[in-house]
């Protein structure tokens, strides 16, 4: 058919910049992305076959690169089609001419006016960046920063998207591979995260910042932040000159009142006190009132961030002082954020709603602890299942609870 008789290998036509796509070709293509949102299984197996096939073709991803950045007339939801098969593309080796043009590409679709485009964009440089290594391409990571001073929202929000999911999987990348600073697999981006990236991320976190770049630069910063790469006690680290102003942006945006944000700062501060104590010394117990009140944020995903510091902080004698004066307020606090929520029954197994017997009193068998039963009187359906293992705000608390009357005794009651 047309779309197997007329694609021909860039090369052919003289390289990737003489290149001019086929108008059947191209319409076929089009057509193809249309229906793969068609619910009709059979449409669905054919396009599937039919693109499986045509992405054999050496001109095939330069296609998707017309229809992703080059065809604004398009239907948004078809382009961002052709842009998710462009980063499965760029997870293979392909042509590096292609690879070029596609880079090229994707940069400026960080711009489109279109979020979900911007953010389709930024999935395909994350990828490229995995498959051959962040340090490979610096120029992306350099076009990004200068995007951040854009005063286009749209540009500064492509940007940081981008931004954000090259440092967290460039990270721990770092992370799992615990080579030498001066591996060039990883040389290039330490270098420049030292000297240009990190510098402008603190710059750009600052209180009176706008929200954009105070949330996505606190997020990207606790990319290298939980992953050791500022401070770890037992190890030397990558990234160790950021250790304090990482943890002064953590207190510069602790009074935020934006709530990722003030999630983003119990995650660095529970980090902090688990790898680091020693560097918030004289500042202990600003920082166990803070989270104590974090721990009462009406937002859960605050709370459940928050009540990640208890367990840490009760392993660190230093913290006890500050804690114990702190047991009156923190255990009702503690008790409140035990009952029941919305979450909890959202992830429960139906079966224990509608099948409830809260009513009916317990028999001795109900109540006899797990280990009372006989080997032989258990089955397969008293094996633990999948269900509750989510991790909840309820969870949290308990443990915190736990280790509060594990350290401090008689003293929480």
Known sequence: DAVHSRSRAPAAMGGVGQWVPDELTLQQSLQLLQQAGMQDNAVQQQVHQMLQQVSQKPDFNLYLVQIFANMPKAEEIVRQRAGLLLKNAVNRDIPQDILEYVKGAVLQMVQDPARPLRHTAGSVITTICQRHGVSSWLAALETLCESLANPNPDVRDGAWSALEKVCEDAVEYVKQLSADPQDPRIAGFLQFSRTKMLPLFFQLVGPQ?????????????NHFGLNFMFMYHTMEVYLPEFALPYIQMLGSLATDTTSDIVKCVCQGFCFVVGFGADKVQGQEAVLCNFMLQACQHPEYEVRLSALEFWPTACYNEALHSHIA?????LVPVLLNNM???????????????????????DQQHDIAPRSHYCKDEQDEDDQPTTWGSDWTVRKAAASSLDNCAVRFEMAIL
Do not use: E, W
Request: aromatic share 4%; charged share 15%; with cysteine.
């Open 209 to 221: 910042q706008p929200l954009v770049h105070r949330l996505h630069g606190c997020k990207c910063i």
């Open 325 to 329: 004066p702190l047991l009156p307020q």
């Open 339 to 361: 009952v029941y929520a919305d979450t909890d029954f959202a992830t429960m197994d139906p079966a224990m709603l509608t099948d409830d017997n809260s009513s009916v009193p």
